[in-house]
C-alpha cells in the first residue's frame, strides 16, 4: 500500500496509542469477556488497511464482536477515525503483525475471518508470507472454530488461484466462489476503500469462502 | 457448435457407422477385457467433438486405453478421420449421449474423465445440463475408481465458477486450479481444436483437476 506522509502518520499513532489494544496477547482465549465484555460471534478482519469495511459490518451488525488487524501504524490510524465515526463499541483495533496471531486468539476462539484485498506477495520466494498460504491456512485452523468460516476476496487473479489451490489442498471446504462478484447476484456486499476504486474501472473481483472441517 | 452442411455429414455418418462402436452397452464394465483386449488405465473423454484431443492423446499415451463419446453424428465423422490418420488402435469412439453415461461403464470401471470446452449451457433452467452439474458429478462418481480424477478445461468464466461450486459442494478434492492455463506453467497441455483457435485471441482458459474421494 503507498502510504503519503510516513514520518506524521507514525507520529500521530504514537499519540493516539491509548486508542488501539495495547497488549493484545492479553485477550487471548477471553476477548469476548474481557475486552467486549459480552458473548457474541467473534469476526476478525487480518489486514483491515484503513478500516471502511470493519467500520461499515459493525455498524450493520451490532450483534458480532469484531476486531481488526493491521500492521502498519501509518494505516490503521485512519481505520479509527472510522470507528469513532461508526461510534462502533463493537469493534476493536489492533496494530499487531498477523503471522503471530496465535499469541492474540486462542484455540477455536474464532467465528469468521475476512480477507480483504491482502498483499498479493507475487514473488515465489514470498509465498509463505501471503494471508491464505498453507502456513497462514494451518494458525487459522488453530483460532477457528469447527464450521468456523474465512471469507476472502482479491482483484489479483493469481493471489485468487494460488488460494483456491492451497485451500484445496489442505481440505478447507469451498462455498459460494465467484470470479466476478460484482457481477455474480451476490448480496450483501461490503465493499473496501480499494474495492470501489477498483470496481469502477470494470475489473472482475474473485471471492470464496472456505469452511474449516 | 455450429455445423455445416449437416444433412451430407449425417448420411456420411450412415455410412460410417461400423467404424463406431455400435452397441456400448454391451462393453458395460468390461471395455479393456471386451472392447480393447487388454489391461490398461481407461481413460474417457465426454464430448469428443471433432476428436483433436483424444486422438493426440492416444497417440502420446499407447498405454492407455481412451473411449471418446460424443453426441452428434456430423461431429464424430471427424474424430474417426483423426483416429484413422493417428493409427490410433487404443481408441474407442461411440455416438451416445453421455446422459445416460451409466448404461456404457460399470461401477469404478474409469479412471479419468476428461471434459473439455464443455456446452455452458447459460440459462439457468438448463444448469442440470451441463456436463458438471451436480446430477452428472454424481454419476461420474460411479463410475470412477475411488481416486479417479477429472480433468476439466473450459474458456467460459460462468461455466467454470459454477464448476467450482458444484465439485466443492459434492466434495471432490480440488488440485491443480487455474484461471490462465496457458500462463500457468502447466506443461503437457494438449490443446482441442477450439481452444487452439481460443489461445490466438489471447484469452484465459480455465482448467481444473477433481479427484474422486
Redesign the interface.
Known sequence: MRIRGKQKKRQRFREMQGEFVQKPQEYKGHWNEKYFKRSAPLHIEIGTGRGQFLATMASLHPEINYVGIEKFPEVIIRAHEKKVAQNASNEALVCFDATNILEIFGESEVDRIYLNFSDPWPKKKHADQRLTSRVFLAKYRQILKPGGEIHFKTDN?QL??FS??TF??M?W????????LHN?GFEGNVMTEYEAKFAEQGLPIYRLEALRR
Open positions: 487473479r485468487f488461484e483456491l489451490n484445496a489442498e481440505d471446504k469451498l462455498r459460494n466462489v465467484t470470479l466476478d455474480s
